[in-house]
């Protein structure tokens, strides 16, 4: 994974409202696609991950979906709580080879309840 | 499962002294750990890749005499920051996989802060 763009940077939702948001990649070789999550002065987290012989991926309120012709994969989170708040990260690394592993610009999420 | 321990979680040195940060895989081996450092929000950035019994491969813009990476044994890789500067504060976290394929599990984490 080269170029990772991850929008939006920052965004803001009522409680109960979905999120979105989305990684655009540039290495059509890349075959894995997760999405962290990072609350404040804490360790990045698995919440869920994708690769490339499937199109979605959903687990309860989380769901990911993957456009390989696109290049792009998305994090979409339903009825969002206050706890939902932190920083999402997309991450994408070389199909063949650790390569550059890279990771989103971030996503800094606030639910307000 | 794929715990990763990373020790201190805080360190706060004084300029010009070195810091030693260690990251181990608990139940796995991992012969390929990866050090990154975050400054306040901002996202992760790859410092280096640690291969085990050999050398680092460090990123564009990092400083391999600065940043000295040892990953000695299949369990244990260790990021040293040699004399240390105040610009040099920062949240150093390392990382480990069990594949290309497979998530990414991260240390706590260790905040870094020269005085």
């Known amino acids: 994974g080269e170029n990772v763009e991850q929008h939006p940077s920052t965004l803001s939702v009522q409680e109960g409202d979905s999120a979105v948001i989305k990684c655009t990649y540039s290495?059509?070789?890349?075959?894995?696609f997760p999405w962290y999550k990072q609350e404040l002065g804490k360790r990045p987290q698995l919440i869920i991950d994708?690769?490339?012989?499937?199109g979605e991926k959903k687990d309860q309120r989380i769901a990911v979906t993957l456009n390989k012709t696109a290049k792009h994969f998305s994090l979409h989170i339903t009825e969002t709580q206050p706890e939902d708040s932190a920083v999402y990260f997309c991450?994408?690394?070389?199909?063949?080879?650790?390569?550059?592993?890279?990771f989103g610009q971030g996503t800094i999420l606030t639910v307000h309840p | 499962g794929a715990v990763v321990s990373q020790h201190p979680s805080w360190v706060i040195c004084k300029s010009g002294t070195s810091v030693k940060i260690e990251c181990r895989s608990l139940?796995?081996?991992?012969?390929?750990m990866f050090w990154y450092r975050q400054f306040p929000k901002q996202s992760l950035m790859l410092m280096a890749t640690?291969?085990?019994?050999?050398?680092?491969?460090?990123e564009q813009g990092v400083e391999k005499d600065k940043f000295l990476i040892n990953h000695a044994s299949l369990t244990l890789s260790t990021l040293t920051v040699t004399s240390a500067h105040p610009e040099d504060s920062s949240f150093y976290i390392c990382?480990?996989?069990?594949?290309?394929?497979?998530?990414?599990?991260f240390g706590n984490g260790t905040r870094l802060t020269v005085t």
């Open positions: 990382s480990a996989s069990l594949g290309l394929r497979s998530p990414l599990h």
């Open positions: 290495d059509s070789a890349s075959n894995y």
């Open positions: 994708i690769r490339s012989n499937v």
């Open positions: 991450f994408n690394a070389g199909g063949t080879s650790y390569g550059k592993l890279t």
């Open positions: 139940d796995f081996q991992a012969t390929t």
């Open positions: 640690s291969n085990e019994g050999s050398k680092a491969t460090y």
